[in-house]
């Protein structure tokens, strides 16, 4: 039994030195790939074919042919593109290919023939229709339109510049058009002209560009479809709102009225400027030292801008016992102060003496709705009389409020929220009319004898109408500074006008007649120093379109929202790309029976399908032969599309080499077979030493290692071509040189390892 365990130690040992051996490094030289005699380029140039599709649908015609060259990287892929611009065409996604170091290369590029479609509108919606043709084509004579009263004469369009012609079928042009019937008398349409004025809040230094307007006035004038539009310019000019010629000519330029009345003109006006103007005087000498002028549109609050040093008695230009206290709020027009309609001047003669009388003036602000209440906007102001033995006061109407009423009390605190005429405590206050507070140097109505007066001024808010265009609600009246939410019982139930189809749904109220999500009302905005108009936007109820490309390479929407009875025109390309087929045209329904036009109305969600066919076939033929032409292989055949590029790849035939591991095959002919051949160079066998010396000829063939006296085989190799390579080293005897030092300790050692497991093992068992 000892015998055995000892036995079963020795060959554990045994296996572990073998497997020592074993693990010492050795090289392997081995390739999967084909041999190939050349060399391969690190770049080739290839070409491109760009082609125009015929009108009989082929791609075949030279002369719609176009070349380029590129350059690219072998074993990268091409990279040609529609890079080109045809007029009525449009590029199709290219097939790129791997560039190969050898063979031909020409990668295609389709422009397919777009179709475009001509609107005919006869002015009757109802007999309204348009025609489809491919670009190139010849169009067909539309109907006559057959409208009661009228003799159809001619169609007519417009061209980019708004001049009229005279539309005739012939052939297809690359764009889409719109072309309108003409009678003998002529069909008329209205069309919406919007007055707007600039809003005040607009710096002095904005841009046409950067300008913002608000509607003040709106206008539908009718006349004769496809005449050039006419509004008013000059006529509605006023002094502080002046017609802005430029921008409202680029805003309408070759603008003719639309037969279906959607014709929208835009007028501008702007606000001029004014300018205010300090004027400083030497105090001592009344000698008139220095000026300042500020400036800003009309009606653009002059906070920050401006504002008057109380160190100083402000007067008029003209009357140096007239004077003011506080600067406009606005740049506005302010009676005395002016010079001309533009410029206003406030002299500064002498400085201002500390107040020698209390009178006050309480000015009480009506409130938003319209009401007066004890917690209404209220300002305090005390007066300086100066020297004066009388002292009058006066109110200036502005664009946002107006004093209406005014009397006097003993104390701020002491005020009425009765407003109104039938109280007889208050007295009715006309614009810029004088109130006399200081007589004979004694205050006036000062009632408790303490020497204070105040005087309650009671300010009312002037209004303004809120308008609603292309809605059937009246009019809103609101005070300056009221949100426009004050109007929600009309804005919360707007009604539709009876030229908005029935199935229309309301889609929000907008400032701006374009109705962009920018332009969507804020019912916080309040109501300003003119009229507001909104705009109630009516749209039909929206649907889905979703797309089915059934494998399309070209970006395609998966699903397009238009509103019910809108068509894809615009949203879908017509003619996606599928690699290695021809778009068909799009269906209604899988089974392709049904045909889809883009142009076509749709009322319900649908679902539409690209159909593809398939490209024209060409047969190809690759062949394996020597260099003298003989057959090493049976050739490898097969059909792809016409004018595809193959990306090929040579066979690995024992004992040769192909001139290239791979080769492009551009298929250039439907005629004939395309040929790619590759050719094979026998590889020959090489016994060598490690200083490249022969031991025997070369031969032919893939042969083994063979023996040689003296000689010790260390490896083989096989180049590139398919060539084998047996090397050998000179055999020198073993004398325990440092080369197998490794070897002999590693083997060793495990000799010792082992010695001292059975010594172990027999004093365990001992």
């Not at 070759?254 to 279906?260: M, R, S």
């Not at 006036?444 to 009312?460: A, K, R, S």
């Not at 001139?659 to 090489?686: G, I, P």
Request: aromatic fraction near 14%; proline fraction near 5%; charge should be negative.
């Amino acid at each position: 039994m000892k015998k055995i365990k000892r036995l079963k130690c020795l060959l554990m040992l045994t296996l572990i030195c073998g497997m020592m051996i074993t693990a010492l490094p050795a090289e392997i030289f081995a390739t999967e790939s084909v041999p190939s005699t050349q060399p391969v380029p690190a770049t080739r140039t290839y070409k491109v074919r760009h082609v125009r599709q015929s009108l009989d649908g082929s791609y075949k015609d030279p002369a719609m042919m176009e070349y380029e060259t590129l350059t690219g990287s072998v074993g990268q892929m091409t990279e040609a593109s529609g890079n080109k611009t045809y007029e009525g065409f449009q590029a199709l996604t290219p097939e790129q290919v791997e560039i190969a170091p050898s063979g031909d290369i020409t990668v295609t590029v389709y422009y397919a023939r777009k179709e475009f479609t001509t609107y005919f509108k006869t002015g009757d919606p109802n007999q309204d229709f348009y025609e489809t043709f491919l670009y190139g084509t010849n169009q067909s004579t539309p109907a006559t339109p057959n409208i009661p009263g009228k003799i159809f004469t001619r169609w007519e369009y417009a061209d980019e510049a708004g001049v009229s012609h005279t539309w005739t079928p012939g052939v297809q042009p690359g764009k889409d058009m719109t072309v309108y019937a003409q009678y003998d008398i002529p069909f008329q349409a209205s069309y919406t002209v919007n007055y707007w004025y600039q809003n005040a809040t607009d710096e002095l230094t904005f841009t046409d560009d950067q300008k913002t307007y608000s509607l003040f006035d709106v206008e539908t004038k009718v006349q004769n479809v496809n005449t050039s539009v006419l509004y008013e310019t000059t006529s509605k000019e006023t002094t502080y709102r002046k017609y802005n010629s430029a921008k409202t000519t680029a805003a309408n330029m070759g603008k003719t009225v639309a037969g279906d009345g959607s014709t929208v003109v835009n007028v501008y006006y702007d606000r001029p400027v004014m300018t205010i103007t300090l004027v400083y005087y030497d105090t001592t000498t009344g000698i008139e030292d220095h000026r300042e002028d500020y400036r800003g549109i009309y009606g653009h609050s002059t906070d920050g801008i401006v504002s008057l040093d109380r160190k100083y008695r402000w007067t008029t230009p003209t009357n140096a016992h007239s004077g003011r206290v506080h600067i406009p709020r606005e740049f506005i027009k302010v009676p005395s102060f002016m010079i001309d309609d533009y410029n206003q001047e406030y002299h500064a003669r002498i400085l201002a003496k500390p107040p020698n009388t209390k009178i006050y003036t309480v000015y009480h602000y009506q409130n938003p709705d319209g009401t007066w209440t004890r917690d209404m906007l209220t300002e305090k102001k005390q007066f300086s009389t100066y020297d004066y033995k009388n002292f009058y006061i006066y109110f200036s109407k502005n664009n946002a409020y107006e004093a209406k009423f005014y009397y006097w009390t003993n104390s701020a605190e002491d005020f009425t929220t009765d407003v109104s005429a039938s109280n007889p405590a208050l007295n009715a206050y006309a614009n810029e009319a004088h109130v006399d507070v200081l007589k004979n140097e004694q205050p006036l109505n000062d009632y408790d004898g303490d020497g204070e007066t105040y005087l309650h001024v009671y300010v009312t808010s002037l209004q303004y109408k809120l308008h609603f265009i292309n809605a059937d609600n009246n009019p809103v009246s609101l005070h300056y500074g009221a949100p426009l939410s004050y109007a929600n019982t009309e804005l919360s139930n707007p009604i539709k006008p009876a030229n908005i189809p029935s199935h229309y749904v309301f889609a929000g109220w907008y400032t701006t007649a374009r109705m962009d999500e920018a332009t969507k009302l804020d019912p916080n905005q309040k109501m300003g120093e003119e009229d507001i108009f909104i705009y109630a936007k009516w749209e039909e109820p929206h649907i889905k379109v979703t797309v089915e490309g059934n494998g399309a390479t070209s970006a395609l929407p998966s699903v397009i929202d238009i509103p019910m009875m809108g068509s894809v025109h615009k949203e879908l390309p017509t003619i996606p790309s599928k690699t290695g087929y021809w778009f068909a045209g799009w269906f209604k329904d899988a089974a392709f029976t049904q045909p889809f036009d883009v142009n076509e109305s749709l009322a319900q969600d649908t679902t539409i399908y690209a159909k593809w066919i398939g490209r024209p076939q060409a047969k190809w033929e690759i062949r394996y032969v020597d260099e003298a032409g003989r057959v090493l292989a049976n050739a490898t055949q097969g059909e792809e599309n016409l004018y595809s590029v193959l990306f090929a790849t040579a066979r690995n035939i024992p004992d040769y080499a192909a001139d290239y591991a791979h080769k492009n095959l551009t298929l250039e002919t439907d005629t004939d077979t395309n040929v790619l051949t590759f050719v094979y160079s026998k590889v020959r066998t090489y016994w060598i030493t490690e200083d490249n010396q022969n031991l025997k000829d070369p031969e032919y063939g893939t042969k083994g290692p063979e023996k040689f006296a003296g000689y010790t085989f260390v490896k083989t190799n096989t180049a590139s071509n398919g060539d084998t390579f047996h090397i050998y080293r000179k055999y020198v005897p073993n004398t325990g040189d440092s080369s197998n030092i490794k070897l002999y300790g590693i083997i060793l050692g495990a000799s010792v390892l082992g010695i001292i497991f059975i010594v172990v093992t027999k004093k365990k068992k001992d």
